[in-house]
């Protein structure tokens, strides 16, 4: 299938050719034709598989046929909700590619800086909001936007919002949001929080899914390499010195990021961390010299990563084995996007060993171990399962 056979207008069209699109993709050829039927989604879709124009795309045609006739203030017509800083500015960047031949006016509003350009550019008018919850419940308690002429609202990755607490929020704006108005929800995996959730805001959607929660990145070539905990940097260091091109390396904590690159600038690597704790300009600079290619090697948390998208990525390295193997099934799928083949390596010490088996039933599958390193485990057998003490019989005294 081809963009043409979509029914998409000359101007998106030619926006989408700029950008080197072939063909769509799996969500892209099954969503778009829904959002252009002005049918709820309910969509399930992992990182990496083309999402954000499965909905940008005809989100902007929609709006461009409902305002045909530019106004000197345009009103709010879609509103997307995502978690992050970073997944905000990516969206409202891809949005600006797709967009570049229509006059439709977007912008993007999150917390950490200042609000006074985001309000500027409010008042003026915009018909695309893309938005992080607590700046937007924020800007629309202070009245500097209002949502009574809204048609869209995007729910983007829901099942993160739930992770980082954003329930509360999202609940007060379903209040406040037009009862008439076209939703479309998206999630990587769909748990019972997250159906129930759905079900609240949907009207009668299609459900739309291209990969399940069991169902890793298959394009991603796994490894894991296990070692011991004294040994876990010298292991690190060791698979980067064979790596040309640009690395991911995920940690499970702020501080575990900040020291790991300290270390790897130390041992004469080019790298870089991002995370909770830092700043709105020191992510963005972050993220640009990432990926700019002034620097090779990206340090991030979990939460962090939403909206990291680079493409050839040449590698995702999980220095510390995620608690949730849902989690690193969105991890190693930085690599590997739009179709493109990825690499994934997890170093696992000790105590992490009892997290592989849970990726690993959730994948259906086994990862390849490399046993062939400088740095092998010193005790590399299962832990023994752990037996019950005894039961012991204790005495009763009855009282006389």
């Not at 829901?158 to 008439?180: C, N, V």
């Not at 390849?368 to 390193?373: L, M, P």
Request: proline fraction near 5%; aromatic fraction near 6%.
């Amino acid at each position: 299938m081809k963009f043409e056979e979509l029914d998409l207008v000359d101007p998106i069209l030619k926006a989408i050719e700029n950008k080197g699109y072939k063909e769509p993709t799996p969500i892209q050829k099954s969503a778009i034709p829904v959002v252009l039927n002005r049918d709820d989604i309910l969509g399930i879709a992992q990182t990496g598989t083309g999402k954000t124009a499965a909905f940008a795309i005809p989100i902007i045609q929609l709006i461009y046929r409902i305002d045909s006739k530019p106004t000197n203030r345009p009103k709010l017509r879609a509103l997307i909700l995502t978690p992050t800083r970073e997944l905000a500015i990516q969206i409202e960047d891809n949005i600006r590619d797709y967009n570049q031949y229509t006059r439709i006016k977007h912008t993007v509003i999150f917390g950490g800086v200042k609000q006074g350009k985001q309000v500027d550019t409010l008042k003026r008018g915009v018909q695309i909001l893309v938005a992080t919850p607590g700046r937007l419940l924020d800007l629309i308690g202070q009245g500097h936007i209002t949502l009574d002429d809204l048609k869209i609202f995007v729910l983007d990755e829901a099942d993160r919002m739930l992770d980082m607490g954003f329930i509360h929020d999202i609940r007060k704006l379903i209040k406040i949001l037009p009862k008439k108005r076209q939703t479309l929800f998206f999630s990587a995996t769909m748990p019972e929080n997250i159906l129930q959730l759905s079900k609240t805001i949907l009207h009668n959607p299609v459900r739309v899914e291209v990969a399940t929660r069991s169902t890793p990145t298959e394009n991603v070539d796994q490894k894991l390499y296990y070692t011991d905990k004294a040994t876990k940097l010298d292991l690190l260091i060791h698979i980067l010195d064979d790596v040309r091109g640009q690395v991911l390396v995920f940690s499970r904590t702020k501080y575990g990021a900040d020291k790991l690159v300290r270390k790897l600038n130390k041992a004469g690597f080019s790298s870089v961390a991002i995370h909770g704790n830092k700043s709105q300009n020191q992510r963005q600079s972050a993220l640009k010299s990432f990926k700019n290619g002034s620097k090779m090697i990206m340090v991030a948390t979990d939460i962090a990563a939403r909206g990291i998208d680079i493409k050839n990525l040449a590698l995702v390295i999980n220095y510390n084995v995620p608690n949730v193997a849902e989690t690193y099934v969105h991890r190693i799928g930085r690599s590997g996007r739009a179709g493109e083949k990825g690499a994934a390596i997890t170093i696992v010490e000790g105590e992490e060993r009892k997290l592989v088996k849970p990726i690993e039933r959730l994948m259906k599958k086994s990862v390849t171990v490399v046993e062939d390193h400088p740095y092998p485990a010193s005790r590399y057998q299962p832990e023994p399962a752990k037996k019950s003490p005894p039961r012991r019989n204790k005495r009763r005294y009855r009282g006389r």
